[in-house]
């Protein structure tokens, strides 16, 4: 919901206060008034009208003591309210209304009073949100609304997209949603593990679009990367027997924990082995190690996002590139492709395997997924197969490989610096090429000097 700016200064302290407010409160708001009702995007609705009493009372009156306490009476109020007017429709509506105003007059606006089970809400939130139903778009859109508190213009700057975009997201999601007519609900232990998949996926790839910018000018955007993982640390206090949801996480804070080693002082890319790892954030690695440790002890086996966390550990305890454990790194990825085969899987192993046991290990893993069709067009094939070829001294073929994957990629500063790198092979082919002549010169002197006259 776009604010309407007040001038003057108490009017802009409130403000701030309510922009605050929103992003602490609004999913636990929306996830007790959807309760409340039974719809995602009429509880929504509800919340927003709460934000708008807001904006209208609090400038005059003040930030009350317990702010979340007074949006949630007031949405609930709402709803008794659009109950009553669909009492006409429906007479189960307004048995609900009765019963819900009845409910709704024993808490004061003001007061402190806050449903108890506000945890068990925003993990219903955040199934209803991340529901299969749903394309990938639009769970990410509708997370990042309805959890994570965004403004639809914040996600459409976020994933670089128009605001009417992302609108359109939402709004095509809440509709598919009630026609589906999906629960505000936990799934039952039967359908738990596909649909926390899901969830796990749309937070994942919130954090990744943070972590590697798929398009525009900037490498990494800070904000996706705190949004995800504050989902995900939410998502592991609320599931806490769940090894996966605590193997995501610790991905997310050990990956996070390289964000101001990434990028140089005019933001462009520094890889992962010429980071300066004193400005790796060792306290994010602790949180990371730790949710790793517990996703192990709860003894179920390390599924697809420990395996990773496991790897980022690997590089995490490493206090120099050079003292890496490839060979472990190797093995992990070995198993993360007998759990959860795919080309991209197979294309991080070929890189593991390379420092493990020389390029040419790796290679021959690259050289076949080259026809995979999976990868036509994903650039980072070019990328790792023009780093391998530079590493074994084919210099030219390298270089090819390199330009093809900056033609690919639709990242700024991942095209600047795959051309970079690309250049900088052509001066090693160059030089090569010159030392090959000088040598068959010296050669051919050598020759004539000896030859009979």
Known sequence: MQVERVPGDDARRAQGAIEAVWRIESARLIAGLARYVGDVGVGEDLAQDALAAALQRWPESGVPDNPGAWLMAVGKRRAVDLLRRKTVLDRKNQELGREAQARSLQSDPAGPEVDDDFGDDILRLIFVACHPVLSTEARVALTLRLVGGLTTGEIARAFLVSETTVAQRIVRAKRTLAEAKVPFAVPEATQRTARLASVLEVLYLVFNEGYSATTGDDWLRPALC???????????????????????????????????????????????????????????????????????????????????????????????????????????????????????????????????????????????????????????????????????????????????????????????????????????????RAALLERAAGSGNGAAESRPR
Not at 280 to 290: H, N, P, Q, S
Not at 390 to 409: I, K, V
Not at 412 to 430: C, D, I, M, P, Y
Request: net charge negative; aromatic share 4%.
């Open 226 to 432: 705190e949004d995800a993982l504050r989902l995900g640390r939410i998502l592991a206090e609320l599931l806490p027997d769940e090894p996966e949801v605590h193997g995501l996480a610790a991905l997310m804070e050990i990956q996070a924990s390289r964000a101001r080693a990434r990028v140089g002082l005019t933001g462009e890319p520094i890889l992962l082995l010429d980071q300066d790892r004193a400005r790796w954030d060792y306290v994010l690695i602790r949180r990371g190690l730790a949710a790793l440790d517990r996703a192990e002890k709860l003894g179920q086996g390390l599924g697809p996002y420990a395996l990773q966390a496991a790897i980022a550990a690997c590089h995490a305890r490493a206090r120099s590139a050079s003292a890496t454990d490839w060979v472990r790194i190797a093995a992990l990825y070995d198993a993360l492709a007998q759990l959860t085969p795919s080309p991209v899987v197979e294309l991080n192993r070929a890189v593991a395997y390379s420092m493990a046991f020389g390029p040419e290990a790796g290679l021959d893993i690259v050289d076949a997924l080259g026809s995979d069709p999976a990868l036509r067009g994903y650039h980072l094939l070019p990328s790792v197969r023009g780093d391998l070829l530079g590493r074994l001294g084919r210099f030219e073929e390298a270089r090819a490989e390199l330009e093809r994957a900056a033609a690919l990629t639709r990242n700024a500063r991942e095209g600047a610096l795959l051309l970079e790198r690309a250049a900088l092979l052509e001066q090693a082919a160059l030089l090569e």
